[in-house]
């Protein structure tokens, strides 16, 4: 990762419409954004459609950055992004299910699930078992480093709270792995 | 993970619990992290990013093309031979009903090279825009039973949904 001055460089030139910088913006990013688009999803494909859609994102809304922790707004444009196509998915398998006797779909191919992975992965599949909330805690903590203060502003949630959740949420996961 | 981050920790513990309680808790949440460590998640395919960089620099080339000078005038010239025709021929002609246009096809699509997952976002398009024509239909048709179940209600909040959540996807 480069240093806080290397960074503020690469942004500026982002924000002059520089592809380079942005390339470079993807290549130190876009690793860790990846991991934690799949450990949401366990899914590679739609980890690839997601990143693809959180960097074009990024190119929009860059102008809008207006200093503070870089990492802290990428990681929320990106888990704007994941909420939002989960509230999508939510709504689409609605419709669909509503008019299957219309359209004439099964409704095994709207009802496929975001979280079947694409390869055995123990832990992937033990973070499945944890509720949305605290799997989402924890697997933003992990990739976005961002600090725990950074994390509960973003949630809007008390610091307490943010560090009691991911708690238990760690402790349970590790009490999956070993059961 | 990085050592400021459990300095942090650290620190927010000895804040939020005692002492006791302090060591045991930030040993579950170090144990956590190393399940992370343990079974990292697969890494993006080199071909992903350099789609996304492709992608970027296509999207940053799009807007100087259209802020040409010739653009400018020739879509300037346009629109004062397109007002001064409206003027001529639309004075006398008879009030039409209104009609909203908006652009039909998502951006997203336009912009991805993946040919089988837009084939299904267009074929769910298209249901959608079958239902809202069988809704209007049936509402302009005079549905008693249709407008009573309050669908006129249904088909506004489906044009609004369709007009901001659905572009997005």
Known sequence: MGTGAELTQIIDGCKSG????????????????????????????????????????????????????????????????????????KRQKKLVEGRRAELELRPVEAAQSDLTPDKADRLQTQLSRLDADTRDLIVLRYYSELSFKEIAEMRSEPLGTALSKLHRGLKKLRELMEG | MRDRNYDELRELLTRFTDSSDA????????????????????????????????????????????????????????????????????????????????????AAIWDSDDLVSDD?????????????????????????????????????????????????E
Request: aromatic share 10%.
């Open chain 1, 18 to 89: 520089d592809a380079e910088c942005f390339a470079q913006v993807v290549d130190l990013y876009g690793p860790r954004c990846y991991g934690y688009f799949y450990r949401l999803t366990g899914d590679r494909d739609l980890s690839d459609e997601l990143l693809s859609e959180l960097f074009m994102k990024l190119v929009e809304k860059i102008a809008s950055y207006k200093g503070g922790s870089f990492e802290s707004w990428l990681f929320r444009i990106a888990s704007n992004i994941f909420h939002d196509h989960l509230r999508g998915r």
């Open chain 2, 23 to 106: 060591g045991s808790t930030e040993r579950d949440i170090r144990a956590g992290d190393s399940l992370f460590d343990m079974h990292p998640a697969p890494q993006a395919a080199p071909e992903t990013l350099a789609t996304i960089k492709r992608r970027i620099s296509v999207r940053l080339g799009m807007p100087r093309r259209h802020t040409h000078p010739l653009y400018r005038y020739v879509g300037a010239a346009a629109a004062v031979i397109a007002m001064a025709l409206i003027g001529f021929f639309g004075r006398s002609a008879p009030e039409q009903p209104r009609v909203s246009y908006a652009s039909l096809i998502p």
């Open chain 2, 120 to 168: 299904a976002e267009l074929a769910y398009f298209r249901s959608e825009l079958r239902h809202i024509e069988t809704q209007m239909q049936a509402l302009e048709a005079g549905d008693g039973e249709l407008v009573a179940a309050g669908s006129l209600d249904e088909v506004e909040l489906e044009l609004i949904r369709i007009d901001t959540q659905f572009w997005k």
